[in-house]
C-alpha cells in the first residue's frame, strides 16, 4: 500500500498533461438507441492502476450473457462531480479532516473538471452551479458550509443524485460522512434502486463519528418526525444502515475510503483523483429493453485482474450519453 501509494503524485502529473494532450474527441452514441455507457477500473493483483488493456482484454455480461462491446477508449474522460460533506453533530471531531479531504479532492481536479460543494446536516445546501474554478470551490469548502444537527444524509445524496442526473458525461458523487442518517424525507433502498437505475458512480470517504451524543441532541421525538419516517422505525436495523452507504459504493463502480487521524489524507485523495482519471469506458447496445434492472458485469479475460464498475442498469428506452 506504501508503495502504490507514493507514486500517485507522479502519476497525477502524468495526467494532467496527458489530458491536455489529448485528442478531444468523445465517443459518439447513437441517437435513438440506449447504449449503457460503463466506466471501469481494473486493478492488479498488487492494487496497482491498469490501464494498458485494450477493447479484447474485457467482457461485458448482461443478465449472464456476453454482449459485443460497441464503444471502447482508455482516453481520459472529463468528470463532473458533487462533494457533499456532512457537517452534523455526530461528525464534530472529525469535520477539519472531512474538509481537507475534500480540498484534495478539490485541488486535483484536471482541465476539463467541474465541481458543485454542498454541506448537509439539519439543512441540505448546495452551491448554485458547476464549476472548474477550483478557488471558488475551496472558498465553498471554507466557509459556505452550514453546522446543525441532527443528520439528512440520504436526502443529501438524493439532492446530489438529482442534480447530476441533468448532466452528461461521467457523473461522480463523493460523500464525506460518518455514514448516519438521522432525519432524512428520503429512504435508504429508494437511494439503492435509485443509484441502479443511473450510471452515477458513488464515493464515499467515511470518518469515525459520534452517533450516539447526536441522537441525545435531537430535540423529543413528535408525532410529526413520527409520521414522516415511519418507514425507517419499522425497518430500522443498526447493521443494515451501517452499510447502506458503502453498498453504494459496490453498486455504482465507486470507492470506498475510511480516514482517520492517522490517516494520509494527501495520498488517499490523489489516489482516488488518479482512479478516476484512469478509468476505460465500454458501451454496449442490450437487446432487451422491458423497463427493468438488468445485472451487470464486466470481466477481463486475463487472470489475476479485478474490475469495479457497475453492477446493474435500467433497460430503457432512452439514450445514455457518456
Do not use: C
Not at 496527458?18 to 460503463?38: E, K, L, M
Not at 448482461?62 to 457537517?87: H, N, Y
Not at 443509484?195 to 441525545?216: H, L, S
Amino acid at each position: 500500500m506504501k508503495a502504490r501509494l507514493s507514486l500517485v503524485v507522479l502519476s497525477v502529473a502524468a495526467l494532467a498533461g496527458a489530458i491536455r494532450a489529448q485528442d478531444p474527441q468523445q465517443p459518439t452514441f447513437r441517437s435513438g438507441i440506449q447504449t449503457v455507457a460503463i466506466y471501469a477500473t481494473v486493478l492488479d493483483e498488487f492494487g496497482y492502476i491498469v490501464t494498458n488493456l485494450e477493447q479484447d482484454d474485457f467482457e461485458i455480461r448482461d443478465e449472464g450473457k456476453v454482449q459485443p462491446i460497441t464503444i471502447f477508449t482508455k482516453a481520459l474522460q472529463p468528470i463532473t462531480a458533487i462533494v457533499m460533506i456532512d457537517t452534523s453533530f455526530s461528525m464534530t471531531r472529525s469535520l477539519s479532516l472531512a474538509k481537507a479531504a475534500a480540498e484534495q479532492f478539490l485541488v486535483r481536479l484536471l482541465p476539463g473538471d467541474r465541481a458543485r460543494v454542498g454541506s448537509f446536516s439539519d439543512r441540505v445546501m448546495l452551491m448554485p452551479a458547476f464549476t472548474d474554478d477550483r478557488n471558488a470551490l475551496l472558498k465553498y469548502v471554507q466557509d459556505g458550509l452550514h453546522i446543525g444537527n441532527p443528520t439528512r444524509l440520504y436526502d443529501a445524496i438524493d439532492t446530489a443524485m438529482t442534480e447530476l442526473e441533468r448532466e452528461q458525461g461521467r457523473t461522480i458523487l463523493v460523500v464525506l460522512t460518518d455514514g448516519a442518517d438521522t432525519d432524512s424525507d428520503a429512504w435508504g433502498p429508494d437511494l439503492q434502486r435509485r443509484a441502479n437505475a443511473n450510471d452515477i458512480m458513488v464515493y464515499p470517504i467515511m470518518f469515525p463519528g459520534d452517533i450516539a451524543a447526536e441522537v441525545k441532541a435531537l430535540p423529543p421525538t413528535t408525532w410529526d418526525f413520527m409520521r414522516r419516517h415511519w418507514r425507517q422505525f419499522i425497518s430500522y436495523d443498526a447493521r443494515t444502515e451501517a452499510q447502506r452507504v458503502p453498498n453504494l459504493s459496490k453498486l455504482t463502480g465507486g470507492g470506498l475510503v475510511r480516514l482517520g487521524r492517522t490517516s494520509n489524507v494527501n495520498a488517499e485523495l490523489a489516489y482516488i483523483l488518479e482512479e478516476l482519471h484512469s478509468q476505460y469506458l465500454l458501451g454496449f447496445v442490450p437487446k432487451v429493453i422491458d423497463d427493468k434492472t438488468h445485472e451487470l458485469e464486466v470481466r477481463v479475460k486475463k487472470p489475476h485482474f479485478t474490475v469495479r464498475a457497475r453492477k446493474s442498469y435500467l433497460a430503457r428506452a432512452k439514450v445514455s450519453q457518456p
